[in-house]
């Protein structure tokens, strides 16, 4: 099953969608790896026309490349060495891709291969973790609480902007070289990504629980869908050269209206990328 609106071919397409089934080191509650196949499912009720863009999924080319095979069964290094070999592989074609999750992790293969590319790249970070450790809890450095700490080496020092994080240890509460703002400084981000490729990484516990139960890691006190929204229409324009939707967990909590909020987040990914 693919994407109800991604119709186009591999060759003209605008924007391409790699599931990405990665469920490895996440330390709570397993079960991302359902991800992509559910919200596929789920986009199946979500208008193709965006009331917050103006803009229909219908007008852009999008191509549904199925889910990545992730090489090395217990080898994160492999896996996340295809999703940047696919990754990379995209990009040069003059596609911009969404990445669908999956864990966090997986952002650490694709940032990298945007970065080959677009040397100047910055991140925008829409999280409730900082996901700033240097060793994970699962003793690894490739894992869903290592996984920006990780960008943040290979990208220059100030291009990561992290946004809505409101959890994370001692270590992690400043790092420097490291932007973090409140989901209402609109201007602030902006001022941060104005002019610069940018990489958008959206792990969906940055919005509240009450909204998003379906995530391995939830924290209360998450940002509103509106907030977010506001957020992607101001940055209407940026050069966003791909990005990534994480972290959802159909086996966390009853899924179905998650699913259709992360399927809606796909379509205004989507119209924010072209
Ligand atoms: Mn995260």
Redesign the pocket.
Known sequence: MAFWFAKSTSSNAQIVLLGVPLDATVTFMPGTRFGPDRIRACCETVEAYSPYFQKDLTDISIYDTGNIELEGVYDMESKLESIKKVTRGWIEDGARPLLIGGE?TLTYGAVRAAREIHPDLAVLQL?A?A?MRDMGETGSRYS?DT??RRVSEVIKPNSLVQVGIRSFAKEEGEVPGVQRFRITEIDSIGKQLEGRPVWLTF?L?VLDPSIMPAVGTPEPNGASYQQVIDLLLALKGFNFVGADL??FNPLAADFIAPCVTAANLVREICCLLV
């Open positions: 966090h999280d973790h996901d869903h996984v920006m792990d516990d994480v972290e």
